[in-house]
């Protein structure tokens, strides 16, 4: 049986022979794509069938897509794949860039961001290059080098400093890389092929491993960022005894998130807001652990103020302010990337505010302030 090359996506037909003519052809400036990946042996292009996937409930998400999390962190996701859904549906699928990356055994090393997008479109197949995994002593290592490799085309915001510093974070972690400046230098450079993304003649290897050795300093664990709309989604809406009608869904920074929640929410409100669940998205575990505490301190700061300041208003007036908030703080979505968040993940429980801050910055270190 002839293998289908050509299918209809988003309305417009899209032929894998365009891939063959483009990527496997002899021009030196194409055929280098086919090889340039650490550790996968190309076997042809394919239609790979996806339509079991719920771009909103991560419990359909296939083998591989996790791990793609730890190369960049998008606290944008929902927005991101909603946006390039629509630029299917009005231009169609484009061949120009290579296709998705999956391997034989169906474990997808790229393409994310653009299989979700097709799903939201409605897409049940998309094109595929399809790959062999060799044998590999540094898996973690091979699969970040070629997620950020991958990067590399119009559908993807280009790989940022911070994908590299990320990258490197999480294959020292695995065990894979010395952390060592010279070792580090020669990942960045021979395995995620940073010279094809920055000019690095102007000292931007030595910014990434100094933030590297930084977050590697202790045993930090990677975080899985996403935006409100996917927490709400993905999470609070599967919440037993929740409706996201009841409850309000916020990020919990130290800009002015506090001062937004406590104007829009509890003072709009006559001080009695909905619910609220927290979410923290940085780029350390320490960081959002001192963003949900520095929400927390301003929320209560907040309050003090505005009994002093109606004492200060009328004369022969002291109220004490309560030592209790007016608003129920339900507790922040568990998001670090340890045994016990992700199994509360899972269970779609939350996880309390003290418990998050203690996590995130250590008990000893719980006076850190912004």
Not at 92 to 115: A, L, M, N, Q, Y
Request: proline letters at 4%; glycine letters at 6%.
């Amino acid at each position: 049986m002839l293998k289908k090359t050509v299918r209809e996506f988003a309305g417009y037909p899209v032929d894998l022979n365009d891939y063959e003519t483009r990527f496997k052809s002899t021009d030196s400036h194409q055929k280098p794509e086919l090889s340039k990946y650490n550790n996968l042996i190309f076997q042809g292009f394919t239609w790979k069938y996806i339509g079991n996937i719920d771009p909103y409930d991560e419990a359909t998400y296939p083998k591989g897509f996790s791990d793609q999390i730890g190369i960049r962190l998008e606290s944008h996701q929902t927005e991101t794949m909603e946006e390039l859904s629509y630029s299917f549906i009005t231009h169609g699928w484009s061949t120009d860039p290579f296709p998705p990356i999956v391997t034989s055994c169906g474990e997808w090393k790229d393409g994310r961001g653009r299989i979700l997008a097709a799903r939201v479109s409605g897409e049940k197949y998309i094109p595929a290059a399809e790959f062999i995994s060799a044998d590999s002593s540094t898996p973690t290592s091979d699969d970040i080098s070629n997620g950020i490799i991958a990067n590399l085309h119009k559908y993807s915001r280009l790989s940022c400093m911070n994908d590299y510093i990320t990258g490197a974070t999480r294959v020292i972690e695995a065990g894979e890389l010395e952390r060592d400046k010279v070792a580090i230098e020669k990942w960045l450079v021979e395995e995620a092929k940073i010279k094809d993304r920055f000019n690095t003649d102007y000292g931007i290897c030595t910014k990434i491993i100094r933030r590297v050795l930084e977050r590697t300093a202790k045993e930090k664990s990677l975080l899985d960022n996403r935006d409100g709309e996917h927490w709400k989604k993905s999470f609070v809406s599967k919440m037993p005894n929740i409706s996201l009608n009841d409850v309000v869904v916020l990020m919990a920074n130290t800009g002015t998130s506090a001062m937004k929640y406590y104007v829009e929410h509890l003072l709009k409100n006559g001080g009695k807001p909905k619910p609220l669940i927290l979410y923290a998205s940085n780029t350390s575990q320490e960081k959002a652990a001192n963003d949900v505490k520095v929400f927390k301190e301003r929320v209560e700061t907040f309050f003090a103020q505005s009994y002093q300041l109606v004492n200060n208003s009328i004369d022969s007036i002291d109220i004490k302010t309560p030592k209790k908030l007016p608003s129920e703080i339900l507790g922040v979505i568990p998001n670090f990337s340890n045994t016990k968040h992700k199994k509360l993940l899972k269970q779609y429980k939350l996880i309390s505010v003290e418990e998050y801050i203690a996590d995130g910055l250590g008990v000893s270190e719980l006076k850190l302030v912004s």
